[in-house]
């Protein structure tokens, strides 16, 4: 299992490098800062060391264990990031497809919802409002029982 908290871009395919070995099926999601305003030109994401990394670690066990997953890996930004780039990879390996799909839905829709960060959109005249939770995040996540 791999957990990572980082400001610096993240590398995908080094990251799959031998990921999943013995696996039948490896599943991987890549989240990209996106603009729904058409006025952002970044995301700023802050978190409180120690506190998110737990958090992100004890959810992944708890994927690796309902799914029983070979392998793992989280990897979510921090800081100003613009429009466009990765902010987040999930990666899962299980012995079979669904598996690896499920644990992948699942930790994403926890990171979306309930990962301890916190984002504030940037304009062009600086930093703007805070991403207040979204219902349909909420109601993606209550499908995990």
């Not at 990251?15 to 729904?36: E, K, M």
Request: proline residues 5%; negative net charge; charged residues 25%.
């Amino acid at each position: 299992m791999l957990i990572r908290i980082q400001p610096e871009p993240f590398d995908l395919a080094r990251l799959l490098d031998g990921f999943g070995a013995g696996a039948g099926a490896v599943v991987t999601f890549s989240g990209l800062v996106r603009d729904d305003t058409g006025t952002m030109v970044a995301l700023e994401l802050e978190h409180y060391p120690g506190m998110t990394e737990k958090a992100v670690t004890d959810i992944a066990a708890k994927a690796q264990a309902r799914w029983n997953l070979i392998d793992l890996a989280v990897i979510h930004r921090y800081g100003r990031l613009p429009v466009g780039e990765a902010i987040m990879c999930v990666a899962t390996a299980a012995r079979h497809r669904a598996e690896a799909f499920e644990a992948a839905e699942y930790l994403m829709d926890y990171l979306k919802s309930r990962a301890p960060f916190w984002k504030r959109e940037i304009g062009p005249d600086g930093p703007g409002q805070w991403v207040a939770a979204k219902d349909a995040d909420e109601d993606a996540l209550s499908r995990w029982g």
